[in-house]
């Protein structure tokens, strides 16, 4: 049964300004899961390093924002933490973005995800589905 339909669109210019002001590690702290932030300390060549705005680390960053807003759509009522949905890929290029925490129970929905970059914006739809 879906539970909900979340859809979420960003102009890349403008979300690249955000991360030249703040920062993109200071960003990545604040909006990706351990995992996530791991993968985009490794964008830099060496955690730690700082990053400046590259192609990468856009595209990275504005993957997850546009997924994880999609998601609080399609989970309305609920609330979840920007740090309680981590976003991968499967070997297909498939997105997958799943809950990390119990936040939503034991048995947390489903959430189909797909995400395009083009003309400028990242654009994500994310369909939850109660579970099986």
């Known amino acids: 049964m879906i539970l909900g339909i979340g859809i979420d ?37 060496a955690a730690g390093a700082p990053l400046a705005g590259t192609r990468p680390e856009v595209r990275f ?12 759509k399609a989970l309305s009522p609920l609330r979840p933490l920007w740090k309680s949905l ?18 939503l129970g034991d048995k947390p929905p489903a959430l189909l995800t797909t995400i395009s970059h083009d003309g400028g914006v990242v654009v994500a739809v994310v369909v939850a589905q109660s579970p099986a």
Not at 62 to 72: D, G, I, N, P
Not at 86 to 103: F, I, M, N, T, W
């Open 9 to 45: 669109i960003l102009s890349l210019a403008r979300f690249q300004a955000v991360i030249e002001r703040r920062g993109a590690l200071a960003l990545g702290k604040r909006i990706c899961t351990r995992r996530e932030f791991e993968e985009l300390e490794a964008l830099s060549g």
């Open 61 to 72: 960053l504005s993957a997850r924002w546009a997924a994880k807003e999609a998601a609080y």
């Open 86 to 103: 981590d976003l991968s890929y499967l070997p297909s290029g498939q997105p997958k973005l799943h809950l990390v925490d119990a936040q």
